[in-house]
Each structure stands twice: as C-alpha cells, then as structure tokens.
C-alpha cells in the first residue's frame, strides 16, 4: 500500500464500484456511504468469515441479531445517553466545530483521547492552538454522540429513543433470555453483527470514521474469579504480536514484538483469557490475508479508559496516517450486567455448575470491531499498483474476493460453450460472465476487482479437449483443467484446500 492516501483509496472504491459517498447527487451526507456491487459482496464476505469462524465453528460462542432502536432505559443503564460523547471546541468566528482531542493529537503530536475537558482547555490556551481556519477556539465541552428519535405518532420527551451507538448493548440486554434458551454453560460469548451509529463531530477518513456503520462484537463472560483459566490458551501460546504496552508508551519505548507465552510472563497482558482473544483476533485478519507488519496491540493508557473498563487492549493497524484503533478489546467486568440489574431490577446472575456458585459473570474480554475499518484493512493490504501489468492488482484472499471466478470465452464464437460454462458454476461460486473487450483488458479489469481465478474458453476447448484454461490472478501463471473436474477445482482452490501450482 506504500504511498496510497485514503483519498486514493476512496477515489479507487467508486472508481471500481466498491464504495460511494452516500446521496452524491444531492451532494452527499458527511459520514455516510453506499456501497457499490463489489463493496457489496466483500463486505458480506468479511461478516460470513467473522460469523463462521467466530460464531459457527465454537461451541462456546452463539450469534443474535438485536433491534436497532429499544426501550431508551437500555442506554440510561449503559451510562451512553449521558457520557457517551466526545469533547468539542467551536470556532468563535465560523461557528465550526472540531474534535478537541483531534486538534490536539494533530498539533502537539501527544495522545489526547481520554483527557478531561479541563485537561484539553489547558492544553489549547497553553500551546495557543487555533482553528484549522486560524481562528481563536471556545472552551471545550460535552457532546452526546447518541442519534436521537421519536417512535410513535407524538413527538415528545416520552417518545424519544436512540438509535444504538454499539451492538454490545443489547447482548447484554438479552442476557438472560439467551442464557436461558441457548443451555451455555461458562465460560461462553454471545457474539452479534449489525448497523450503529454515531453523530461523530468529525467523520473522516473515508469509512474509517462515519456515523453509520457496523460492528461484529463478541461479550465474552467467564466466573468472576477464573481470569487465567482459558481452556484455549495453547491454540495461541506462540503466537506473536507486536505488543506496546501502556508502560512502554509511559517510558517512551517503542512497541515489542513477543509471543504470547513472553507476555503473560513477564505480566504484561495480566489475564490468559485476554490474551487469547487478542491473539485469536489478530490471528483471524492473517489468516485472511492481512499482512502481519501493519498490526500491533496497544494498551489503552489509565487515562483513556472508558468508563465501564478496567483493561483495554486496541488491535491496531498502520493506516496511511499512523497507527489507528481497528479493533477494542476491552474487560468490561461486571460493569453493564452490574448496571442492568440496578435499573431493570431483574436478577441476570447465573448458577455456575462447576463451581457451585451463583455469580454475575464477567466479560474478561469483548472483541469489537468494525466492520467498515476492516473493509478498508482488507483493501489496503490487498491493493497492489503493479507496474510491470500496468494495472491495479487486488490480492485479495480468495474467501474474501467479491467475485470468485469470471469466465471468458476468447472470441464471440465460442460464447455457448462458455455461457455453458458459467451455467455450471454459477450457482456454487460467485461467478462473472465478460466477453466485452481483449482477453488481457478482461484479465486486467478482474486483477482490478480481486477476482482471484479466470477461466478462458478458447478453440481448443471445443475442437480438441474438452478443457479450460485458469489464469491465477497472483502469479498469472494458467494451467489446463478439464471441464469435468473444473467445478471441484475451483471449489478446492477458492477455499485454499489445494494450491495452484499443485494442479496437475
Ligand atoms: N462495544 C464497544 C465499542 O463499541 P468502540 O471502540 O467505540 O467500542 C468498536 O467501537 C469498534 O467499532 C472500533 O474499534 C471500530 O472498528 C468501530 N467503530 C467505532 N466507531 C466507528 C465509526 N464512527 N466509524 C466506523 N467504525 C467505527
């Protein structure tokens, strides 16, 4: 991704149908975008690998699908509607208004995220910090990130609710009703996918910041006094991350890369259950083809944790303008559980059979990541400007690529055999038809989508050999597979149970 902007990167999604600035022909909506046909399919594609791998594949974890608007008592019991926010300073002269903590980060070059507003105040006046316009600045102050509605025919105090600002929530909401259906037994999660949204002050940064998007989460609850007690911790014992702890950031000391095993160790990731869903999470985007130099786990400073967390790890990626939070993965305790039970008045603790006892569980660890953010990490890694092609190649892992495979006949002539062709895969994989233009402008258009396969039906597949030629897209190497056995190829390939150069 060397020296690609996330302007260019923009550019490139609506260039290529993947992702459009919402609305556009009424000028479009700040924080808001539409993706196009290929967006489309890769985001589907990333939320059925997280859903498989995290919900589907274990035992321990099950999947719900909450509504997005409910009782607002929900979010007066999370502490959203009165702390969730974020501090803004106005422009006194064009009534702008910015991000303190971003106006900060971007002067002084410090981390602000997590500073009071008193603390921000201070720093504006101390270091003179002006509008981007120049312009002098208000006193920082409070502002709820929640989207606001009515429900009903009146519109009224009484009927007001939000939309919800995470999905966490109502996993936590419906507890009891999946804990009592579903027979979990700890340690277990309840995991769930969906639409938030948040009136960011500043979205920017493409999909990376924007006030509607989607969130893949996981509540993961363990017994209040079995922190080190994960039945998986080897799956992930030598794995390794690149770790920067809040004591590094403290010293001044640049991140360090160990394993899991080193981490626990020496006491810088303080439970075994934390650190195992750090390294599950960071070992789920590699095995999706992220490039492992672009991450790095950072530990959220005293300072910046939220309020319902006494530990938080970011999952990080180097984006083009710095290392930036891909993934939360935070303890949460029995903080939302604790606050349920106060405001509901209902008894969401639980018998542990194992231990005998009845506890409110505790989340040891919620993965929550966005689904927008990941779309752009997919992207980037994929991205490949390929000079010696003179084309855009995406490398993008066959399970993610929008299309799968695109058949091609090689003149007009031959198109029955491969419409046949199509025909026949069509309904196993997402298949594309192009006969418009060169072979090699057809191979370049796929390159430029991420199709990891074509397929190319020329004359001898009719005159000689009843068999088809599949260019790989990485290597753009082709090799002769008969049409009988082209289906289960393909198969075998896109879900990387053979390689391509093991095709005899
Ligand atoms: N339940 C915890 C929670 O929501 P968060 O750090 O506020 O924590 C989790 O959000 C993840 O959701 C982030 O790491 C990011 O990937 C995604 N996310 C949050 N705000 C977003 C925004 N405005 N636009 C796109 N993605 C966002």
């Known amino acids: 991704m060397a020296n690609l902007s996330i302007d260019d990167m923009a550019m490139f999604c609506k260039r290529k149908g993947f992702v459009y600035p919402s609305s556009e022909i009424y000028g479009g909506m700040a924080g808001f975008f539409d993706y196009g046909p290929y967006g489309a399919e890769l985001k589907n594609n990333i939320k059925q690998e997280w859903w498989k791998f995290h919900v589907q594949s274990r035992e321990d974890i099950v999947g719900i699908d909450g509504s997005i608007i409910s009782n607002p008592k929900v979010w007066v019991a999370s502490g959203h509607a009165e702390h969730f926010g974020d501090t803004l300073v106005e422009d006194l002269k064009t009534h702008e208004r910015f991000r303190a903590d971003v106006l900060i980060e971007e002067t002084l070059k410090i981390q602000a995220d997590g500073l009071t507003a008193e603390d921000m105040g201070k720093l504006i006046k101390e270091n003179n910090i002006k509008s981007p316009k120049g312009n002098a600045l208000s006193e920082p102050r409070q502002?709820?990130?929640m989207f606001t509605t009515n429900v009903g025919p009146v519109q009224s105090e009484e009927s007001k609710a939000y939309l919800r600002a995470e999905t966490a929530q109502i996993i936590f909401a419906e507890f009891k009703n999946v804990y009592d259906t579903a027979r979990l037994k700890l340690p277990f999660g309840i995991a769930q996918m969906g639409k938030a949204f948040r009136n960011e002050i500043a979205p920017r940064n493409f999909l990376f910041r924007c006030r509607e998007f989607e969130q893949m989460e996981i509540e993961y609850f363990i017994h209040p006094k079995k922190q080190n007690d994960c039945q998986f911790i080897d799956e992930v014992i030598n794995e390794r991350l690149l770790i920067y702890s809040a004591e590094m950031q403290n010293k001044g000391e640049k991140e360090?890369?160990?394993?899991?095993k080193d981490a626990l160790k020496k006491g810088i990731i303080k439970s075994q259950w934390h650190a195992y869903w750090l390294a599950i999470e960071h070992k789920w985007f590699l095995n999706l083809g992220a490039k492992r130099e672009n991450f790095r786990i950072r530990q959220?400073?005293?300072?910046?944790?939220?309020?319902?967390?006494?530990?938080?790890?970011?999952l990080e990626y180097n984006f083009p303008w710095g290392w930036k939070e891909l993934q939360g993965i935070a303890d949460r305790g029995d903080f939302d559980l604790q606050q349920h039970m106060k405001h509901s008045k209902k008894d969401m603790s639980i018998f542990d059979e194992e231990s005998k006892e009845k506890v409110v569980?505790?989340?040891?660890?919620e993965p929550s990541l966005g689904v927008d953010r990941s779309f752009l990490v997919f992207m980037f890694d994929a991205y490949d400007d390929d000079k010696e092609r003179g084309n855009i190649v995406l490398h993008m892992h066959p399970k993610l690529a929008p299309i799968k495979v695109a058949v091609l006949p090689l003149v007009n002539k031959l198109e029955d055999k491969a419409r046949e062709v199509y025909m026949m895969l069509k309904d196993e994989m997402f298949t594309f038809y192009d006969r418009s233009g060169s072979v090699g402008r057809r191979y370049a258009r796929m390159d430029e989508l991420g199709t990891p396969f074509c397929v190319t039906i020329d004359f001898d597949t009719i005159e000689k050999d009843q068999a088809v030629t599949i260019r790989e897209r990485d290597t753009t190497q082709q090799v002769r597979v008969k049409i009988k056995e082209l289906k289960e190829t393909l198969k075998k390939l896109i879900n990387c149970e053979i390689m391509f150069k093991d095709i005899k």
């Open 256 to 260: 360090k890369e160990m394993t899991v």
């Open 143 to 145: 502002f709820n990130l």
């Open 361 to 365: 569980a505790n989340v040891v660890a």
């Open 300 to 314: 959220h400073k005293k300072e910046e944790l939220a309020h319902y967390s006494s530990d938080c790890w970011d």
